[in-house]
Protein backbone atom coordinates (compact mmCIF):
# COMPACT_ATOMS: atom_id res chain seq x y z
CA UNK A 1 0.00 0.00 0.00
CA UNK A 2 1.27 3.45 -0.60
CA UNK A 3 0.69 6.67 0.67
CA UNK A 4 1.56 9.75 0.56
CA UNK A 5 1.61 12.29 3.15
CA UNK A 6 2.19 16.07 2.74
CA UNK A 7 3.35 18.81 5.46
CA UNK A 8 4.62 22.56 5.48
CA UNK A 9 1.73 24.38 4.70
CA UNK A 10 0.63 27.04 6.26
CA UNK A 11 -0.43 31.51 6.54
CA UNK A 12 2.48 33.53 5.14
CA UNK A 13 2.87 37.31 4.10
CA UNK A 14 3.79 37.97 0.37
CA UNK A 15 7.51 37.48 -0.04
CA UNK A 16 8.09 34.89 2.47
CA UNK A 17 8.74 31.20 2.43
CA UNK A 18 7.67 27.81 3.23
CA UNK A 19 8.99 24.60 2.50
CA UNK A 20 6.24 21.63 1.31
CA UNK A 21 7.16 17.95 2.24
CA UNK A 22 5.23 14.62 0.79
CA UNK A 23 7.11 11.11 2.63
CA UNK A 24 5.91 8.26 0.56
CA UNK A 25 5.41 4.44 2.72
CA UNK A 26 6.17 1.85 0.62
CA UNK A 27 9.38 0.36 -0.98
CA UNK A 28 8.80 2.09 -4.50
CA UNK A 29 9.88 5.48 -4.00
CA UNK A 30 13.16 5.46 -6.29
CA UNK A 31 11.58 4.99 -9.40
CA UNK A 32 8.20 7.35 -8.97
CA UNK A 33 8.56 10.60 -10.80
CA UNK A 34 6.84 12.94 -8.03
CA UNK A 35 5.15 16.02 -8.52
CA UNK A 36 3.43 18.52 -6.66
CA UNK A 37 -0.11 19.71 -8.00
CA UNK A 38 -1.53 22.95 -7.28
CA UNK A 39 -5.56 24.09 -6.85
CA UNK A 40 -7.16 27.40 -6.01
CA UNK A 41 -11.00 27.84 -5.29
CA UNK A 42 -12.80 27.56 -8.69
CA UNK A 43 -9.83 26.86 -10.63
CA UNK A 44 -8.62 23.47 -12.11
CA UNK A 45 -5.89 21.34 -10.67
CA UNK A 46 -2.40 22.00 -12.16
CA UNK A 47 0.94 20.68 -12.27
CA UNK A 48 3.51 22.94 -10.52
CA UNK A 49 6.95 20.88 -10.59
CA UNK A 50 7.69 17.62 -11.30
CA UNK A 51 11.04 15.34 -10.64
CA UNK A 52 11.87 12.07 -12.68
CA UNK A 53 13.35 9.26 -10.78
CA UNK A 54 16.82 10.42 -12.22
CA UNK A 55 16.77 14.17 -11.16
CA UNK A 56 14.87 15.80 -13.73
CA UNK A 57 13.01 18.32 -12.75
CA UNK A 58 10.22 20.84 -14.34
CA UNK A 59 8.43 24.23 -13.15
CA UNK A 60 5.04 25.90 -14.45
CA UNK A 61 6.15 29.16 -15.69
CA UNK A 62 4.77 31.48 -12.98
CA UNK A 63 7.16 29.34 -10.48
CA UNK A 64 10.42 29.60 -12.20
CA UNK A 65 12.76 31.23 -10.38
CA UNK A 66 11.24 30.95 -7.08
CA UNK A 67 9.90 27.24 -6.32
CA UNK A 68 12.59 23.97 -6.07
CA UNK A 69 11.85 20.52 -6.20
CA UNK A 70 13.65 17.82 -5.05
CA UNK A 71 13.67 14.78 -3.67
CA UNK A 72 15.61 12.28 -0.83
CA UNK A 73 15.36 8.86 -2.25
CA UNK A 74 16.58 7.54 1.60
CA UNK A 75 14.05 9.64 3.01
CA UNK A 76 11.44 8.51 0.75
CA UNK A 77 10.81 12.42 0.65
CA UNK A 78 9.77 15.01 -1.74
CA UNK A 79 10.28 18.69 -1.37
CA UNK A 80 8.91 22.23 -2.82
CA UNK A 81 11.00 25.02 -1.39
CA UNK A 82 8.73 27.79 -2.04
CA UNK A 83 10.65 31.85 -2.18
CA UNK A 84 8.89 34.74 -2.81
CA UNK A 85 5.69 33.48 -2.23
CA UNK A 86 2.77 35.84 -4.22
CA UNK A 87 -0.98 36.05 -2.84
CA UNK A 88 -1.54 34.18 -6.46
CA UNK A 89 0.80 31.13 -5.00
CA UNK A 90 -2.80 30.45 -2.58
CA UNK A 91 -3.77 27.06 -3.12
CA UNK A 92 -4.18 23.36 -1.89
CA UNK A 93 -0.88 21.75 -3.14
CA UNK A 94 -1.24 17.92 -3.61
CA UNK A 95 1.49 15.70 -3.51
CA UNK A 96 1.38 13.08 -6.29
CA UNK A 97 3.39 10.07 -7.15
CA UNK A 98 3.53 8.04 -10.40
CA UNK A 99 4.86 4.57 -11.41
CA UNK A 100 6.06 4.86 -14.95
CA UNK A 101 3.14 3.50 -17.35
CA UNK A 102 1.04 1.99 -14.16
CA UNK A 103 -0.25 3.48 -11.20
CA UNK A 104 -0.39 7.29 -9.79
CA UNK A 105 -1.16 8.10 -6.15
CA UNK A 106 -2.01 11.13 -4.26
CA UNK A 107 -1.63 12.80 -0.75
CA UNK A 108 -4.43 14.88 0.57
CA UNK A 109 -3.24 18.26 0.49
CA UNK A 110 -1.96 20.76 2.45
CA UNK A 111 -3.21 24.45 2.56
CA UNK A 112 -0.76 27.41 1.46
CA UNK A 113 -2.52 30.55 2.03
CA UNK A 114 -0.17 33.76 1.22
CA UNK A 115 -1.70 37.25 2.41
CA UNK A 116 -1.07 40.26 4.54
Known amino acids: QVQLVESGGGLVQPGESLRLSCVVS????????MAWYRQAPGKQRILVAS???????NYVDSVKGRFTISRDNAKKTVYLQMNSLKPEDTAVYYC??????????WGQGTQVTVST
Open 51 to 57: ITSGGGT
Open 96 to 105: NGRIPLSYEY
Open 26 to 33: GSIFSIMT
